[in-house]
Structure formats: C-alpha cells, structure tokens
C-alpha cells in the first residue's frame, strides 16, 4: 500500500522526491536515540533508579553518578532513561487508545453520517471546549492519581481531534467514484469504511498521530509535573522536571535535563511529522530543477554501464 | 419484448429527484426489457435518464432524497419494492456495474488483483487462495497477462484501457447474469474503444451474460447490441431489434439521432445533420410528448397528449402519435 501511496507520484528507479532530507534525518536519529535508550534502560543505566543512597544527595556530576544525584540521591541519569520509558509507553498509551476510538467514530460520522454524525460530533464539541489539560484535570480529580488515569485522561481528550480528522476525510473520499463503484459491486458498508475509505486517509492520519504522540508527552509530562501524573517513586521527566525545580540553584542539571529531553522529544517528533506530510502530500512534492534531475540520472546510470 | 425468457423487465419505471430548485422528473415511465444472454443499447443524449435507468436497477439513489415508482422485475422478483438488505445481495453477484470512468472507479491504494479476489472474498464467501486463483483467471479472461505480475500492479501503473478491463474483471468476476455497462468506452480512444467492446461481446457470448449497455454511440450499438432502447426526457420513446431500429426508425427523434451520425464517406459533403433546440429541463410531469418542440413532424394532438406505444412488426415499438396515423 505504501508503494501506491508514494508510488503516485515517484517511481521506484527514478525517485525525484528524497525522504532522507537533512532535517527529517536528523529528527529521526534524535528520536531513535531516545526510544532505544529508554527501551533498553536497564542495560544502559548504571544503577537502580529508585535507589535512595542520602549520603551523595543533590551530588554533582562525578565519575559514578555521571549528572549527579536528586534529593534523595536517586542517580539522575539512570531516572533519565527510566523516565523515557514511562514518557514513550505514556504518550503511546493516549495515541493508541484515540486510534481505537477515534478512527471508527470518524469512519462512522464521514460515511454513515445522520443522526449519528450529529450526536458525535456534538459531543466532540462539548470535549474540544475545555483546554486539554483542564479536563484531564478533571479526570485526575475525579478518579484519583496515577499513570494509567493520566493516560486514559489524554486519551479521550485527544480522540475528538482524530474523529474530527477522520470525518472530514471520510466525507471527501465518500464522494469519489470508487466508493459508488464499491457499492454497486455488493460491498457493505463496514468494509467500505475499512478497506477502501481508511486505507485512503491513512496517509494525512498518521500525520496527525505523530505529531499527536509528541503532544501527549508534552501533555503527560505537565500533568506530572503538577504532581497529577506518576506517583513516585515512578521516574518521570515531568516530575523530575517538577522536583528538581526547588534545587534549581544547588543541582541545575536535576530539572534542566528532563526539561531538555522533554523538548527534543518533542521537536524531534514534530519535526519529523511534518517530513512525512510532505513526503506522502502528493501536492507538495519538492522536485528538483531540471538539471540538477537530469545530472542525478546520469550518475545513477553511470555505474550501471561499466558494470556492464 | 418477444422473448418471453426476459430477464430484465423494467415498467412503467419513475424517478423523482429532490433538489434545491424542485422536484426533478428524471425518469417518467421507462420501459425496458433485457432478454437472456442479450446486450442490450441504451441511447439518448445527456441527461435524458441513460444512467438514471442503470442507478435505479442497482438502487443507488438516496431513498431519502428520491421516490421510485413502477417495477423492474429481475428474474421475477421486483427489485423496486425489494428491502435495501435483499438488493446488496445481488449487487456484484447477480448484477454488476462499470462505470465510464475506470480510473475513478477502481480504488487506487489496492492492488488489481486484490480488487478482483475482494468480490471472490464477499460474494463466493472463497478462502484467500480461491480469491487468488479466481482473480488471476479473470485477469486472463479480459485479456490481462502475465496475470501473475498484473496482479500485483496498482491503478495507476495501468493505462486506461488495462483499468477498464480491470473494472470488467472485477465486474464478471462472480459471474453475474446481468452486467451493466454505463458508458464503458467514453474515456476510452478509438482503438482501445474497440477492443473493450470486443472483450464485453466475447464475454456476454462466453458465459451467456446479459448486458444493459448504455451510450450515445449508435456506432457502437450497431456494433454489439443486439437490441436497443432510445432514450429521451426519462422515457424510452423507441425500442427493438438493432437492425430494425437503424434501418426503420420509427420516432422522429430516432431518425434525427441517426442522422446526426457523422460518415466517412467522402460523397456526403453536406453538414452533419443535428436536432434544434435543446430538451426542456424536467421540473414539470409532462402531460405531453416530450419532443413535440423539437419535432419537425409534430401536430395539434402531440401537444396535448402522451403517446403511448405504437407497436410495429418483431417488437419494434415507438411512442409516437405519427406512427401509422
């Protein structure tokens, strides 16, 4: 599917579009480097995160605690990487749980439309009223602390987004003719909606969910770091962020490298978003200049001849 | 018609559309019938109900939006008052459609060959090897090969003519008794054009299949069409056997169509024949004949009353009050 959705406008052999430009590769690389540090924490940290060791509390930088120790002379390092995992798995949690129901209340409201359309979308304006936080905070207050609360929380404040994505999609391809032509071949509307409507939105969705998944650790972190999120001892980027705050002055490093990974996860991820809409917009193609086309192809058949 | 063996019998067919400015009489009395293994033309210029007709014997009009009337009887069973549940069941299976388009109409993020094996999937409820065996023969069939690499292929790595062939392949691939053909061969060049009609042929021939082909062509239902219907304002004002029809036209409009065919030949350097005038827009249920404005023949009674049908020899009929008048 992939190879239709870019294929319409690059060939295989003669690609004028380049994926791997400067900034979507950097952007990537930086996301890369956080998820495979965070996913394989324990081989990279150097000790037990929740470990309290209070002689080397709010220690500096030293040869073994290599950024120092918090308050409780937990090694700040090692909650750095262990924090990637509760942030990732967090931000994956909310992205997820608005695909599950976001996509198929889109699907529902674009294509059957009716009543249906309006009970849902209505209810999305009554969620999209309130800022994202405020009623995660009411999620919070409601039922209690926790990461799994937070995340369910985001979760349903970020489905009216998608189903708002997914609707209007929905409607424009709803009125191409492959879709009457699914129709009057027998096919029923559930699979219309999944094997034909979906398969052809899913480019700009995933481009909404990347960008969605940088929010939500943007999102997950502020709840913890007003102390609404994780529970300690959990090590998290927003709560270390929200701690190391007080000690500002004695240990800078306990809230300034939270906060900076917090934001280069982020840029990365929105950076790397907006590469991938315009790799797969077919309407904003970056084609090259004649020349610079024509002397591309020349060197890639330039091999190929004295190979042969 | 004379067939009793029909298996398509549309009467006295109407639609009614709903839009902004009023209801639209699309189709007022159509009457139609498709014999077995017969291709069957449907002509008439734009708008006259060409496609309205096809729509309605797959009931693809918003029910909500639309009111039908008459009967369209498929193997006996009238699809016009049939629950909206029953008629999906023979959508695909029992009749199938193309459309003029085939690069609109094929969805463009699915392979070729799944789009063929999908029907085999949903209709012949077959496991994914069946689907896959099926779709590679029906690539065969129109004329696809090697099927094994077409298969894999993605619309728009084919020409239009493949993508037609492709919507046929997908359209027969469960056999079905009627196939209709709406305008199949507009989007198409004039080569291309004459291979698709031969495929449709060979295929109706082939498996005994009806086809309900509607165009503006006479070029083409001279070609293939066995039996045709002329079209004009949401009626048929003129059906019967091809042969008959364009040597003997009986409607006035029938022979204006006929004479507006552009020839070859070199002798005729007189202009080409057209219609005056233009169809009146459809707001108002005529309680006239349609073509009375247009029509060069036309007398006082034309434009009081609606012909109904003058029968000729060999089921050629006209709705024409100058017909044996």
Redesign the interface.
């Known amino acids: 599917?992939l190879?239709?959705?870019i294929?319409?406008k690059t060939s295989k052999k003669n690609s004028y579009g380049k994926l791997l430009t400067p900034s979507f590769a950097i952007s990537l690389v930086i996301f890369i480097a956080i998820v495979v540090l965070s996913a394989f924490a324990p081989v990279f940290a150097t000790h037990d995160p929740n470990k309290n060791e209070l002689q080397s509390s709010l220690a500096g930088p030293s040869k073994s605690h290599w950024l120092g120790c918090d308050v409780n002379g937990r090694d700040l390092y090692s909650r750095v990487l262990y924090g990637g995992r509760t942030a990732l798995m967090g931000a994956l949690g909310v992205v997820g749980l608005s695909i599950v129901l976001g996509i198929p209340l889109g699907l529902v409201c674009g294509y059957v439309g009716g009543l249906a359309d309006t009970l849902i979308m209505r209810l999305c304006d009554v969620i999209l009223a309130f800022p994202t936080l405020l009623l995660a905070f009411l999620f919070v207050a409601t039922f209690g602390r926790g990461i799994t609360i937070s995340v369910v929380a985001l979760g349903i404040v970020y489905v009216p987004m998608l189903t708002r994505l997914t609707r209007s999609l929905a409607i424009v391809e709803k009125n191409?003719?492959?879709v009457?032509?699914?129709?009057?071949?027998?096919?029923?509307p559930l699979?219309i909606m999944y094997?034909?409507i979906l398969?052809?939105c899913i480019s700009t969705i995933l481009v909404q969910l990347t960008l969605d998944l940088g929010y939500a650790i943007l999102d997950l972190s502020s709840l913890s770091f007003l102390g609404l999120g994780v529970i300690e001892p959990t090590a998290d980027w927003g709560a270390m962020l929200g701690q190391g705050r007080l000690y500002l002055l004695v240990n800078p490093y306990l809230s300034t490298v939270p906060g900076a990974v917090i934001v280069l996860s982020v840029v990365s991820l929105n950076i790397f978003s907006d590469c991938l809409r315009q790799y797969l917009d077919h309407t904003q193609v970056q084609l090259p200049s004649f020349e610079e086309y024509a002397s591309r192809l020349e060197k890639q058949q330039k091999p190929q001849e004295s190979g042969a | 018609m004379i067939d009793m063996e029909n298996l398509l019998e549309i009467n006295g067919l109407t639609v009614e559309l709903m839009t902004e400015r009023g209801i639209v009489y699309a189709l007022s009395g159509v009457d139609l019938n498709v014999a077995h293994g017969q291709i069957h033309g449907v002509v008439g210029e734009s708008g006259c109900g060409k496609s309205m007709t096809a729509k309605s014997i797959m009931r693809l009009h918003n029910p909500k939006r639309s009111r039908m009337g008459g009967t369209i009887l498929f193997e006996g069973e009238d699809i016009a008052a049939m629950e909206i549940k029953e008629v999906e069941r023979l959508r695909g299976k029992d009749i199938s459609m193309i459309f003029q388009d085939p690069a609109m109409s094929l969805n463009p993020l699915m392979s070729v060959g799944n789009q063929i094996a999908e029907m085999a999937r949903v209709h012949l409820k077959s496991s994914k090897a069946e689907a896959r065996q099926i779709a590679l023969g029906m690539l065969e069939k129109v004329g696809l090969s090697p099927a094994i690499n077409r298969y894999r292929q993605y619309p728009f790595e084919l020409s239009g003519g493949m993508q037609q062939r492709v919507m046929i392949a997908i359209a027969i691939a469960c056999s079905p008794k009627l196939l209709i053909a709406d305008e199949p061969t507009t989007a198409l060049d004039a080569t291309i054009q004459a291979q698709i009609l031969e495929l449709i042929q060979s295929l109706s021939d082939e498996m005994g299949m009806s086809v309900l082909f509607i165009t503006h062509n006479f070029g083409i239902v001279a070609e293939i069409c066995s039996a045709v219907s002329v079209m004009y304002q949401g009626r048929v004002v003129e059906t019967g056997y091809t042969r008959s029809v364009l040597d003997n036209p009986a409607h006035p409009y029938t022979a204006a169509l006929i004479a507006s065919i552009p020839t070859m030949a070199l002798e005729s350097q007189k202009r080409l024949g057209s219609i005056p005038g233009r169809p009146d827009t459809l707001y108002e249920n005529l309680s006239y004949c349609p073509f009375c404005a247009r029509c060069p023949q036309a007398f006082g009674q034309c434009r009081n009353e609606r012909p109904g049908y003058q029968y000729l020899e060999d089921g050629h009929r006209a709705a024409c009050f100058g017909i044996g008048g």
Not at chain 1, 180 to 188: E, K, P, Q, T, V
């Open positions: 599917m190879k239709a959705i294929g319409q191409k003719t492959y009457s032509a699914a129709i009057s071949l027998g096919y029923s699979r094997r034909h398969p052809n």
